[in-house]
C-alpha cells in the first residue's frame, strides 16, 4: 500500500466520520437573514416553529425544512412577533390561515378527539373480539356428556360386575 493509497483511505474515513457525526445534529433550516436582532423575540420566534409543521416535509418543524412554504411561514411568524402580537395570537393566526394540519401537536378538541380516541378504541375492540373468540371456540371445544344406548348400558353393566 502506496502513501497515496493511505491518504485516500484516511481522507475517506475523515468524510464518512463527519456525516457520520453530522447525521446526529438537528437540521436547522433558518436562514441569517430571518434571524431577527432582537434575541427575545428570536427565542420566541424559534419556540413558535418549534411547534409548527411544514406542511410540504410533514414530519419537520418549519424550522428544520428547507421548502420554500417554511421559510414564508418561519418570516410570518416573524412578522407577527415584530407587529407585537403574543405567541399565542400568532398561533392562532396561523392555524386559522392553515389549518390545525400545522401544528406539531394538535389540540384534542372537536373533531380530533376521535383522532386522539381511536388507537386507544382500537385495541379495545381488539380485545373484546380476541375474547368474543376465544370463550367461543373453548364453548365449542368442551367435551358434551352422550346418553348410552340401552345396548351399551347393558354392556356396561356387565363389564362393572366382573
Do not use: H
Not at 72 to 99: H, N, Q
Request: net charge negative.
Amino acid at each position: 500500500m502506496s502513501a497515496r493509497d493511505g491518504l485516500w483511505r484516511f481522507a475517506a474515513a475523515v468524510a464518512m466520520a463527519a456525516m457520520v457525526l453530522g447525521a446526529g445534529l438537528p437540521a436547522v433550516a433558518v436562514q441569517p437573514d430571518e434571524v431577527l436582532s432582537d434575541t427575545q423575540l428570536e427565542e420566541r420566534a424559534r419556540d413558535i416553529s418549534a411547534g409548527l409543521r411544514c406542511v410540504v416535509c410533514r414530519n419537520e418543524s418549519i424550522d428544520q425544512s428547507n421548502a420554500e412554504i417554511a421559510r414564508d411561514l418561519r418570516l410570518l411568524v416573524r412578522e407577527r412577533l415584530v407587529a407585537g402580537d403574543s405567541d399565542d395570537d400568532v398561533m392562532r393566526y396561523i392555524v386559522e390561515r392553515y389549518g390545525e394540519y400545522v401544528l406539531m401537536r394538535p389540540t384534542m378538541t372537536g373533531s380530533n378527539i376521535l383522532l386522539w380516541l381511536a388507537p386507544l378504541m382500537l385495541i379495545v375492540a381488539g380485545g373484546g373480539l380476541s375474547l368474543a373468540y376465544i370463550r367461543r371456540r373453548a364453548a365449542s371445544a368442551a367435551p358434551t356428556e352422550a346418553a348410552l344406548s340401552p345396548e351399551e348400558e347393558a354392556r356396561l353393566a356387565a363389564i362393572l360386575k366382573e
